[in-house]
C-alpha cells in the first residue's frame, strides 16, 4: 500500500513529462566525432599474384577426370542393385517342402522370474498382487 502512495506522490510532483533531454545538434556532429574518434587503418593493397605456368596435366589423370561421373554413377548403381536384393530376399517368404520343426512351431513359454523379482523390489505381497489383477483397467 505504502508503495502506491510513492508513485502517487512521485507522480504528482514530476508528472508524466520525461525529465531528459538530447542537446541540440547532438546528432548533427555526431557522425563526424565518432569518425575522428576511429584509429586510422591502411587500406588493404592488392597484391599482384604472378600466375605460375600450369603443368601439362599427365593424360591418365585427365582421363580419369572426365570419367569421374561415370564412376560415381556406377557406384550409386551397385548399390542401389545390391540393396534392392537383399530387400527382396528378406522379404520373400522361405520356401521348404521340409516341415517346420514343432519347436519353431510351438510357442515358447516365458521365464517369469524377472516378475518375481520385480514384486520382491516393490515389496508386494500375493495379496496386493490379486488386487491389482482383479481391477480392471
Known amino acids: 500500500m505504502m508503495e502506491h ?3 502517487l506522490n512521485l507522480k504528482k510532483t514530476v ?3 520525461n525529465p531528459f533531454r ?3 545538434g547532438y546528432f548533427e556532429q555526431f557522425t563526424e566525432q565518432l569518425m575522428q574518434q576511429l584509429p586510422e587503418r591502411e ?6 599474384v604472378e600466375i605460375a605456368q600450369q603443368q601439362p596435366v599427365s593424360q591418365s589423370r585427365a582421363h580419369r577426370t572426365q570419367l569421374r561421373p561415370w564412376f560415381y554413377a556406377a557406384a550409386c548403381t551397385a548399390l542401389a542393385l545390391m540393396l534392392g536384393v537383399s530387400y527382396y530376399f ?3 517368404p522361405a520356401t521348404s517342402s521340409e516341415p517346420a520343426p514343432i519347436a519353431a512351431v510351438a510357442p515358447t513359454i516365458p521365464d517369469n522370474s524377472y516378475i518375481e523379482e520385480a ?6 505381497d500375493n495379496t496386493e498382487i490379486y488386487a491389482c489383477l482383479s481391477e480392471s483397467y
Open 43 to 48: 587500406q588493404p593493397v592488392a597484391k599482384q
Open 22 to 24: 538530447v542537446p541540440e
Open 15 to 17: 508528472g508524466n513529462r
Open 119 to 124: 514384486a520382491d523390489y516393490a515389496m508386494l
Open 90 to 92: 528378406m522379404q520373400s
Open 5 to 7: 502512495n510513492d508513485e
